[in-house]
């Protein structure tokens, strides 16, 4: 329970744990009970950070050890990040709104409040404390209204009420994928990552875990807190093998770095690889997986957009080569996907755009109810993280991939659809050099453009969905041609046309010497095409480099 000073916590809290037979635990009583003085006394003689700490100490303990309680917390709990943390990450948290004039009746002859004593005028004390904590308090996964309107029974009925719906949106959802003995779940949900042994299908007990991840996705510790997890479960070794970020990373070379680092520390067939990133570690983490000891078990917990809506799931690893993208790569399943939702909130901005150009894509290849969605303002808020609509996007993308994997794991027929947009975007990529100045997802949007482009053409699509693909691009701002993305890249590729061609035949869609491309019928309806004139394809490239001219 949060909220200011007079919101009514204790009470309302009190309430509530007698009415539904719970414990209930009262931090300040506690901390002044342990203290044998009052809240004013600790901070007068020993001072605030004293106080703080011991609030933290004993709500880590509350949080930990107490299973299912109510715990009415002081007012300043939310100020301190480590325990809004926890709080978010452990409980169910209710957010006790109050307005000023009812709180500033509730704490009259306050001089028990030792925050209320710093100021002067305990109304404007109270505004100005409310102003600084409300963002905070506004992270409480539910917001009760108490201006002692209805009776604290009704209080705490709605409170129970609301924290049953949020315990179930809270939980994790599960997306099964079923590939017989290589069957697997994806695991999407909050804070996940410092329970992650919980969502793998065996015990980590006495096993050995190599977590591979990259410098950036180290920075944010989501490795170290994933291995500290492994450490606290019973794991008999486990260590973090950090890659540089970037395209280049999926190389020859640091292909044998992340093998011979896993061979140098005794890896055995028992063994378990957690690869912790983007869609590089998981291709490069995955590849090495697959290699090391004719395969060892492997783990994603994919943590951008991209690698949660797509490169995590299905079980394709591949690196990169200087003749085209993933031309060295195996088909080689996870044990277990493990999205954390939370780890978007460290992703830059580009990369959750990126992130955005395969999203769509799945609105595109079968479910126009999705792309609908999209369209209706979702899109807008999944680029802008609001967390409904991302898990949402998450959980309805690898629904999709799930669906389309099981059917054709080595994709021998119907998997090629997820290669829309694919065979351009590539080529793209490929002249651009890997270098960041051109990110997958960026030329994957792109690439969707100009395979909606090549199927009008085709007389396949109705120009009308063309323009809606375009009109959507533009409202959420993907690019759309190529004077949207680098100037750097765009030269690169209008003055190597003939390398952007060779490229796009080396390309593995090319099939008895005819291009192969997923083109569509309409948007939610594609197709894989065996046979399109290089005259169609010359054009659609052609109108693209010369865009604006
Ligand atoms: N295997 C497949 O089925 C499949 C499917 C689609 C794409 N891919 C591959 O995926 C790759 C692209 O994946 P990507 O876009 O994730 O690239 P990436 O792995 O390079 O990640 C993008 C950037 O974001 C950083 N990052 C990742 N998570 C972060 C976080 N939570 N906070 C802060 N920074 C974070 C990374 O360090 C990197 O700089 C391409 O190589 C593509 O070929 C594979």
Redesign the pocket.
């Known amino acids: 329970m949060l909220g200011m000073m007079g919101c009514g916590k204790s009470y309302v809290s009190e309430v509530l744990a007698q009415k539904y037979g719970l414990d209930h635990y009262e931090m300040d009583a506690m901390i002044e009970a342990e203290q044998g003085m009052s809240i004013s006394d600790i901070f007068e003689k020993h001072g605030e950070a004293y106080f703080r700490s011991l609030e933290t100490t004993l709500l880590m303990d509350l949080l930990k050890n107490k299973g299912a309680c109510v715990i009415s917390s002081g007012g300043g709990v939310v100020e301190k990040a480590e325990n809004m943390e926890a709080i978010l990450d452990m409980a169910v948290s209710v957010w006790l709104k109050t307005d000023v004039p009812v709180l500033l009746e509730r704490v009259r002859g306050g001089e028990e409040r030792p925050m209320l004593l710093q100021g002067n005028d305990p109304a404007e004390e109270l505004e100005r404390l409310l102003n600084a904590r409300e963002g905070l308090y506004s992270k409480a996964d539910i917001h009760i209204e108490n201006n002692g309107d209805g009776s604290v029974e009704e209080l705490a009925d709605q409170i129970i009420e609301e924290v049953i719906m949020a315990q179930e949106t809270k939980k994790p959802k599960i997306v099964h994928v079923n590939l017989g003995e290589r069957s697997y779940d994806i695991v999407i949900g909050s804070g996940l990552l410092s329970s992650v042994q919980d969502y793998l299908p065996f015990d980590i007990k006495g096993k050995k875990l190599f977590i591979i991840t990259?410098?950036?996705?180290q920075?944010?510790g989501?490795p170290e807190q994933i291995h500290k997890a492994f450490q606290n479960n019973g794991a008999r070794w486990s260590d973090i093998k950090v890659m540089p970020?970037?395209?280049a990373?999926?190389s020859y070379d640091r292909l044998i770095e992340a093998l011979d680092w896993m061979l140098g520390n005794d890896l055995n067939r028992d063994s378990i690889v957690v690869a912790v990133?983007?869609?590089?570690?998981?291709?490069l983490g995955?590849l090495a997986a697959s290699l090391a000891m004719r395969g060892v078990p492997y783990v994603q917990v994919?943590?951008?957009?991209?690698?949660q809506v797509?490169?995590?799931?299905?079980g394709?690893?591949?690196i990169?080569t200087p003749y085209g993208?993933?031309l060295v790569g195996t088909f080689y399943q996870p044990v277990s996907v493990i999205i954390d939702t939370d780890?978007?909130?460290?992703?830059?901005e580009r990369?959750i755009y990126?992130?955005y150009g395969?999203v769509v894509k799945y609105g595109f290849i079968g479910d126009k109810k999705f792309f609908e969605w999209l369209e209706d303002g979702n899109g807008k808020k999944v680029l802008s993280q609001e967390p409904e609509a991302t898990a949402r996007a998450i959980e309805v993308c690898c629904t999709n991939k799930a669906q389309i994997v099981e059917a054709d794991e080595h994709e021998k027929g119907q998997r090629a659809l997820?290669n829309f947009g694919h065979t351009f975007a590539h080529a793209f990529e490929t002249l651009a050099g890997y270098d960041?100045k051109l990110?997958?997802?960026e030329a994957v949007a792109i690439g969707l453009v100009l395979a909606f482009d090549l199927s009008v053409r085709m007389r396949l699509c109705p120009v009308e969905d063309y323009e809606r693909v375009v009109a959507h691009f533009r409202d959420v701002g993907l690019p759309v041609n190529i004077h949207d993305i680098d100037a750097q890249v765009a030269d690169a590729i209008i003055s190597n046309k003939q390398a952007l061609r060779d490229v796009m035949f080396r390309d593995k869609k090319v099939k008895d010497g005819k291009m192969v491309f997923v083109l569509a019928n309409s948007i939610g309806d594609s197709l894989v095409h065996k046979d399109v004139p290089d005259e169609l394809v010359n054009e659609v490239l052609e109108d693209f480099l010369n865009w604006g001219r």
């Open positions: 990259d410098e950036n996705v920075g944010c989501y970020a970037g395209e990373t999926k990133g983007g869609g590089v570690i998981g291709d995955g994919p943590t951008s957009l991209l690698a797509d490169s995590s799931v299905g394709k690893t591949a990169d993208k993933n780890t978007l909130k460290t992703l830059p990369e990126a992130g395969e997820l960041g990110l997958h997802g």
